[in-house]
C-alpha cells in the first residue's frame, strides 16, 4: 500500500489532560464492529463498566454532560488508563485525529484540524507543507468502480494547485483564484467526457502567463463599482448556507449569529484595517488552509465526478474561516492573537468536517452558480 502524509504528520502528539477541546466530548463516538465484539467479552471492572457504558443499540460509548463516559475528571481516558492503554481503543479513539482517504492501492493521511494539537501543527507551521510518501506490504485490494484515469488527472491537477498555492511570489488572491478557475475548465473536460483534453488544461495553468491574466481579472472584478456588494453578498451567501447545516455543538450557532451581526455592521474595512487585519490572517495562513483542505478533499472527486465542487469547497471553507476570524477581531476591536485564529479554524473544523452531511451540504449547495459562480466567489477574495 501506498501512503501521502503532509511533513507535519509525524510531530502529531496528544496533549491528553491538558487538551483545551477534548475530542472525548461533544460528539458521539461511534464503535466499530471488531471493537464492539471485544468489549463484550472484556471480564472484570472494565467489563462491567463497558458493559454499562456503551449503547449497544446505536454503537457508541454513552455520554453524560456532553462528555464520554470513560473521560474523567483529569480529561484522561479510563478506559485507556485501566484498559491496558491504546489497545484498548476503539477504531474511532485509535485513529482521530488522523484522518485518512482511500483510493485503490492509496491512503492519503492526514491530521484533522479538528483537533486542537493539530490545529496547531497545520497553521502553526510557516514553511510551504511538503508532502512525504511511503510504501507499506499489505494485503492486494481491489476497488471494481475505481475510476483510474480520472484519478490520475485529479492528482495531476491537484499537484499543480498545490504548487500554484504555494508560489509565495503571488498574492493568496491570485493563487486561490487560479486554482478555483483550473478546478472550474478540469469540471468543464469531465462533463462533456474529454478528458484526454485535460493535460493541454494543466499546461496552460502552468505556464508563467497565467499569473498576468488573472492578476488583472481580479483588479477588474475590484475596481468594478458592483464588487463591493458582490463580496458582501457572496460572504451573506456562504453564511446562509453555514446556518443550514447540522449544529454538532449548540455553542456554534450564537457564534455563527455574533459573527454575522458584527460583519453587516462593518462589511467593508478601510486600507488601514486591512493592512491590520493582514498581520492576523496573512497570506501564509490562508494558503496552509487551502493546502489543507484540497489535499484532504480534491481527489475525492474521483467518487462523484465533482472535482470543481470539491474545490469550490476548500475555497468556500479558507473563506468562511477568514471570515468569522474578521467578526471576532471587529468584535474584540483588533485584540486577538494568532491563537484565535487557530482556535476558530478548529472550531469549524469540528463542526464541518466531522458530519459527512454538512459536507456533502455545503459541496452541493455551492453548486448554484447563481450566487456561487467564479466571478462572485472571486469578489470576496
Ligand atoms: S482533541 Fe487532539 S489533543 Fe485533544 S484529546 Fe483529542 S487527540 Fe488529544
Known amino acids: 500500500m501506498h501512503y501521502t502524509f503532509p511533513h507535519y504528520y509525524r510531530r502529531f502528539s496528544c496533549t491528553g489532560g491538558s487538551c483545551p477541546d477534548t475530542c472525548c466530548a461533544g460528539w458521539q463516538i461511534q464503535i466499530d464492529h471488531a471493537s464492539l465484539k471485544r468489549y463484550r467479552k472484556a471480564k472484570?471492572?472494565?467489563?462491567?463498566?463497558?458493559?454499562?457504558?456503551?449503547?449497544?443499540?446505536?454503537?457508541?460509548?454513552?455520554?453524560?454532560?456532553?462528555?464520554?463516559?470513560?473521560?474523567?475528571?483529569?480529561?484522561?481516558?479510563?478506559?485507556?488508563?485501566?484498559?491496558?492503554?491504546?489497545?484498548?481503543?476503539?477504531?474511532?479513539?485509535?485513529?482521530?485525529?488522523?484522518?485518512?482517504?482511500?483510493?485503490?492501492?492509496?491512503?492519503?493521511?492526514?491530521?484533522?484540524?479538528?483537533?486542537?494539537?493539530?490545529?496547531?501543527?497545520?497553521?502553526?507551521?510557516?514553511?510551504?507543507?511538503?508532502?512525504?510518501?511511503?510504501?507499506?506490504?499489505?494485503?492486494?485490494?481491489?476497488?471494481?468502480?475505481?475510476?483510474?484515469?480520472?484519478?490520475?488527472?485529479?492528482?495531476?491537477?491537484?499537484?499543480?494547485?498545490?504548487?500554484?498555492?504555494?508560489?509565495?511570489?503571488?498574492?493568496?488572491?491570485?493563487?486561490?483564484?487560479?486554482?478555483?478557475?483550473?478546478?472550474?475548465?478540469?469540471?468543464?473536460?469531465?462533463?462533456?467526457?474529454?478528458?484526454?483534453?485535460?493535460d493541454d488544461l494543466l499546461g496552460r495553468y502552468a505556464s508563467p502567463s497565467v499569473w498576468a491574466w488573472f492578476e488583472q481579472q481580479l483588479a477588474r472584478i475590484h475596481i468594478d463599482r458592483k464588487h463591493t456588494g458582490n463580496a458582501a453578498q457572496t460572504s451573506g451567501n456562504l453564511f446562509v448556507i453555514l446556518n443550514q447545516l447540522e449544529v454538532l455543538r449548540p455553542e456554534w450557532k450564537d457564534r455563527l449569529r455574533r459573527a454575522r451581526t458584527a460583519l453587516s455592521a462593518a462589511p467593508v474595512f478601510s486600507p488601514e484595517q486591512e493592512r491590520h487585519f493582514q498581520e492576523l490572517f496573512s497570506d501564509i495562513t490562508g494558503e496552509q488552509l487551502m493546502v489543507y483542505f484540497v489535499f484532504t478533499y480534491f481527489c475525492g472527486a474521483v467518487y462523484n465526478g465533482n472535482a470543481y465542487g470539491k474545490m469550490k469547497f476548500s475555497f468556500a471553507c479558507t473563506l468562511l474561516i477568514r471570515e468569522l476570524v474578521r467578526a471576532e477581531w471587529i468584535q474584540k476591536s483588533g485584540k486577538m492573537s494568532y491563537k484565535d485564529v487557530i482556535s476558530i479554524a478548529q472550531k469549524f473544523s469540528r463542526e464541518i468536517e466531522h458530519s459527512d452531511y454538512n459536507k456533502i451540504r455545503i459541496e452541493k449547495m455551492l453548486g448554484d452558480e447563481e450566487r456561487f459562480g467564479l466571478e462572485k466567489m472571486f469578489a470576496i477574495l
Open 44 to 198: 472484570g471492572l472494565i467489563g462491567s463498566r463497558l458493559k454499562n457504558e456503551i449503547n449497544w443499540k446505536d454503537q457508541c460509548f454513552r455520554q453524560y454532560g456532553g462528555r464520554c463516559a470513560f473521560l474523567n475528571n483529569d480529561g484522561l481516558c479510563d478506559l485507556y488508563l485501566e484498559g491496558g492503554g491504546e489497545k484498548a481503543f476503539c477504531r474511532t479513539c485509535r485513529t482521530y485525529p488522523r484522518h485518512i482517504e482511500e483510493f485503490e492501492g492509496l491512503r492519503e493521511v492526514s491530521l484533522s484540524l479538528s483537533c486542537p494539537a493539530a490545529a496547531e501543527l497545520i497553521l502553526g507551521n510557516n514553511e510551504p507543507v511538503r508532502f512525504l510518501e511511503a510504501d507499506v506490504p499489505s494485503k492486494e485490494e481491489s476497488y471494481p468502480d475505481f475510476d483510474f484515469f480520472l484519478f490520475t488527472k485529479l492528482t495531476d491537477a491537484r499537484s499543480l494547485a498545490l504548487r500554484i498555492l504555494q508560489d509565495r511570489n503571488h498574492p493568496f488572491q491570485t493563487r486561490a483564484a487560479i486554482v478555483l478557475a483550473l478546478a472550474h475548465d478540469l469540471q468543464e473536460r469531465i462533463d462533456r467526457n474529454a478528458l484526454y483534453a485535460a
